[in-house]
Nanobody, 122 residues
Framework: QVQLVESGGGLVQAGGSLRLSCVAS????????AGWFRQAPGKEREFVAA???????NYADLVKGRFTISRDNAKNTVYLQMNSLKPEDTAIYYC????????????????WGQGTAVTVSP
């Protein structure tokens, strides 16, 4: 079992930056692929970024070049650095862990955090 806790959300002006953190307990992140998803009001859950245990990364087209996912296995933590934020990035951001399946599918992830809110003002 893995428990995930996100932090780092808040209110930021357009063009600003935030770094989200996701700390795992129960098992180490080294055994899992990790991903970030987001959900805005009235919209479906959307893939944002993912990293495998090998360190490889993947990004949704909407955030590519602006967001960076990274992991520190020694700290059992996954990060999402968000730069050049836009109002359309406003959403609840969730981190998740998986052992199998496609990285971009929410159903592939076995464990989820509680979410952290990100609001980007114009």
């Amino acid at each position: 079992q893995v428990q995930l806790v996100e932090s780092g959300g808040g209110l930021v002006q357009a063009g600003g930056s935030l770094r989200l953190s996701c700390v795992a307990s129960g098992r180490t992140f080294s055994s899992y692929g990790a991903g970030w998803f987001r959900q805005a009001p009235g919209k479906e859950r959307e893939f944002v970024a993912a990293t495998r245990w090998s360190g490889s990364t993947n990004y949704a087209d909407l955030v590519k070049g602006r967001f960076t996912i990274s992991r520190d296995n020694a700290k059992n933590t996954v990060y999402l650095q968000m730069n050049s934020l836009k109002p359309e990035d406003t959403a609840i951001y969730y981190c998740a862990a998986r052992t199998r399946g496609s990285y971009y599918m929410w159903s592939s992830y076995q464990y989820w955090g509680q979410g952290t809110a990100v609001t980007v003002s114009p």
